[in-house]
């Protein structure tokens, strides 16, 4: 499947979370949980949520998901996004949908890892950053390229870390001639959902004419 039949499959904002697949220190899984819970409610039913279906901060991401949908019987509106080549997701994913009594969401796109970084940027309209590593910094500067807002869990490690520094100007810009100002900064996964909830919730409507349930 092609990036346009994944982008067209799903009700708009489509919003990626990208962490660790080993949490650097300073990660607090269950400020990831709360991030999950809170996003999906946020959501409602004109979004989507996805992860790059590796254990670490995404699995914990989709427990707060999964979490809310059971208290509240509404789908999970999820899925996640592997290379054509690579295995199965984590089975903790496997294990959370089943909660839900529903089969996990698989999208397949790209040759190999690098690859499906890069469709994570192309594909998301915004990127939440939680802790992180190489990957996940990689997929943070392209979608900087490609004019995606990062939604920036800053004090939660690793890429993320790095991220608010370069946007204080701590470190310098000049090599990376990166637009900052789409590097947004906030100490918790409630501040973080608040602004989504004011900003790209509102701005997006569904083209495709529907209530955003697939």
């Given at each position: ?29 269950d400020e ?160 973080a959902v ?5 900003t790209c ?14």
């Open positions: 499947m092609n990036l346009t039949e994944i982008s067209e499959k799903y009700s708009a904002p489509i919003i990626a979370l990208v962490g660790a697949m080993v949490p650097l220190p300073k990660y607090e899984s990831t949980k709360i991030l999950g819970y809170e996003l999906r409610k946020a959501i409602g039913k004109k979004g989507t949520l996805f992860t790059g279906g590796v254990n670490g901060v995404g699995v914990d991401f989709y427990k707060g998901i999964v979490d809310y949908c059971k208290e509240n019987s509404v789908d999970d509106r999820f899925f996640v996004l592997l290379p054509e080549a690579f295995i199965d997701p984590a089975s903790e994913y496997m294990n959370l949908a089943k909660q839900l009594n529903c089969h996990l969401k698989i999208e397949r796109v790209g040759n190999d890892m690098e690859e499906r970084r890069t469709y994570v940027a192309q594909l998301a309209d915004k990127l939440v950053v939680v802790n992180g590593s190489k990957g996940t910094l990689d997929e943070c500067v392209k979608g900087l390229f490609y004019g995606k807002e990062i939604i920036c869990l800053e004090n939660s490690g690793g890429a993320a870390d790095v991220l608010a520094i370069l946007k204080r100007g701590e470190i310098s810009n000049e090599s990376f001639n990166l637009n900052l100002d789409l590097i947004k900064l906030f100490g918790s996964a409630v501040d608040k602004y989504l909830s004011t919730l509102n701005d997006f409507t569904d083209m495709r004419g529907n209530d955003g349930e697939n």
